[in-house]
């Protein structure tokens, strides 16, 4: 870790300047944050900021497909137990982002940041972090992103000899065939509900074998390691045994997984699992996820869902209760990937007996998915529509990423 006494260099001050006054005219401008816009000036300026602003830094990288904004928040909290803590908590996690974020971090003692999957390699190599929890890999924007299997291996080449301590989900096949390049890995037991995307071995190509809840490959003998921390019902089980009970205010089993990563990330900093698993008691709502507002006098709660493996996470948070309505939002914009064909791998039969509303640019694509699967929805042309279609009481909004920003920005969440 460089010096942290040491000042910025005037070319690192003007680049960083220079970024903030891109990001403010953004802002100005009414097109966001500005944190991407303010990066890629401030990186333009100087190529090498990103590494010359978390030199003085204890820094640790998230990567995942899913629940990686949501872990990075969980981990943030539980090391601000120990110092300041800058992180993009917002999800701005490519490198421009990421240099908009560390650019207020001067006086921090901790960096957490989220990084997307594509870029966890060149940001670990700029960053040298202390640590690097990886949560998952499954398929995602199936347009213009890599096979999961070809992320998995450029996750395992660049982590080859690395310093850093990684975190890692044992019940992620993809994700321990990564991680098993690198030197120390805590290995933790955080699940995978999701399995669509790890049948086959992605050391050998043979298939794997998933007796209970572990796997193995019976052609090479690749297999699940021995997890140092698990995930045991509302529990995290710590490397001596201890149980420590898991309080969260966010919904579902897969934020109970994401608090489990993030206690044994936690730990490496030397955080004790009690005083992260308690500061993490604090956390209520994730860049709008989770958020429960009032709109139309009802009362909505926002739930983002991007691919199959976070479509099937959200529908367990939904639950049981088929007379809670719920409405469905589809985009097919930039961000989302244009190809809309992961609708088919998500089981919408576990909605069935819900009243269901469909919005979004692609709402017909979803309707005709619900049609075939048989489940009764309404197509409706915006949200406010869908509430006067719908019984009364509480609904549950569930939408992917553009739809999920536009509703936040019409329902105030």
Known sequence: MADSTQPLSARARLAVTAGRAAAAV????????????????ALKLDPDLLSRLSGHLDTVLISATNGKTTTTRLIAESLRAGGEVVSNALGANMPAGITS???????????????????????????????????????DQLDRAAETRMLAERWREGLTGTKATVIANADDPL??????????????????????????CPSCGGVLQRPDDSWHCGACGFSRPTPTWVLSGDNVLDPHGSAWPIHLQLPGRANKANAAVAAATAAVFGV????????????TAVAGRYGVVTYEGREVRLLLAKN??????????????????????????AADGTDTSWLWDVDYTRLAGHPIAVIGDRRLDLAVRLEVAGVTFRVCETLREAMTELPPGRVEVIANYTCFQDLRRVVGG
């Open 26 to 41: 953004s802002r100005a401008a009414g097109r966001g944050s500005g944190s991407v816009i303010g990066g890629r000036v």
């Open 101 to 139: 974020a560390l650019s207020r971090g001067a006086d921090a003692r901790y960096g957490v940041l989220e990084v997307d999957e594509k870029y966890l390699i060149s940001v670990a190599q700029a960053v040298s972090p202390k640590a690097v929890a990886l949560l998952n890999l499954s398929r």
């Open 175 to 200: 994700v321990v065939w990564a991680a098993t390049s690198a030197p120390t890995v805590v290995w933790v037991a955080a699940g995978q509900e999701w399995k669509d995307d790890a049948w086959s």
């Open 272 to 283: 004790p699992p009690g005083v992260a698993l308690q500061r993490m008691q604090s956390v």
């Open 308 to 333: 199959p493996a976070g479509w099937l996470e959200t529908f367990s948070i939904v639950g049981g209760d088929t007379s809670v309505p719920v409405v469905l939002g589809v985009n097919a914009r």
